[in-house]
């Protein structure tokens, strides 16, 4: 069975202050997803990683995939309140051309002003 | 405009008393997904559609069901909701590897 573990589970912070997330597991993947959620809503996609090593930024979140695909990180730098919600990564087995998802149980960000 | 609707918002239930939820799409997406998501805990998947293929997880409760009677609609049927059933049921549909599209789910209460 392909898990995927997510730390921290809580984090509450200043506005302003760096943090990083990490999505860990024994299994690869052949993509990586981070999603954002927020209360009473469904999740929200915010990048896919595909290539061992790679790394995108999003404004000020910085997404890297591991070397070996089987683990992630997500960077925010200088969050914001806005930033605050429950962050899932989500790693992709490939189902014959479509994605089957399987979540972390996500980092819950708080960002006081 | 929303893509993936899921309807009602908010469901509440009597024990064993049974309930549909249902998810419609405007994306024409091959394959719908539902999710059961508990407080603090990672979305778990029940089972999904390709097309019309069915395609139920090893260990999702006989007392959930799914019908998609056309591309646009599927329907999650929970035939005698006990109070483990209460959570955040996510509809998702996808038509490629890269994404999927969530719904603003259903919050089902089982009184």
């Known amino acids: 069975t392909q898990l995927l573990e997510q730390s921290p589970q809580f984090l509450s912070i200043q506005e302003g202050e760096n943090l990083t997330v990490y999505c860990n597991s024994s299994?690869?993947?052949?993509?990586l997803q981070w999603y954002r959620q927020e209360p009473g809503e469904g999740p929200v996609l915010l990048v896919t990683?595909?290539?061992?090593?790679e790394v995108k930024k999003l404004k000020r979140l910085t997404f890297q995939f591991g070397d070996a695909r089987k683990d992630s990180s997500l960077h925010i730098t200088a969050a914001q309140p806005g930033d605050t919600g429950l962050y899932l990564c989500?790693?992709?087995?490939?189902?014959?051309?479509?994605?089957?998802?399987?979540f972390g149980a996500g980092t819950r960000l708080a960002v006081h002003p | 405009d929303a893509m993936v609707i899921q309807n009602p918002r908010y469901q509440v239930t009597q024990f064993g008393k049974p309930v549909t939820l249902s998810c419609s799409q405007t994306?024409?997406?091959?394959?719908m997904y539902w999710y059961q998501q508990k407080s603090s805990q990672a979305p778990k998947l029940l089972f999904h559609?390709?097309?019309?293929?069915?395609?139920n997880e090893a260990d999702t409760p006989d007392n959930f069901q799914s019908r998609r009677p056309n591309t646009s609609f599927c329907f999650l049927d929970i035939r005698s909701p006990g109070l483990g059933d209460a959570a955040m049921y996510l509809c998702?549909?996808?038509?490629?590897?890269?994404?999927?599209?969530f719904g603003s789910g259903t919050q089902l209460s089982v009184l």
């Open positions: 299994s690869v993947f052949s993509s």
């Open positions: 994306l024409n997406h091959n394959v």
């Open positions: 989500a790693g992709a087995g490939d189902s014959g051309g479509y994605n089957k998802l399987i």
């Open positions: 998702a549909t996808s038509s490629r590897i890269e994404k999927l599209f």
């Open positions: 990683v595909v290539t061992g090593g």
């Open positions: 559609y390709y097309d019309k293929d069915f395609n």
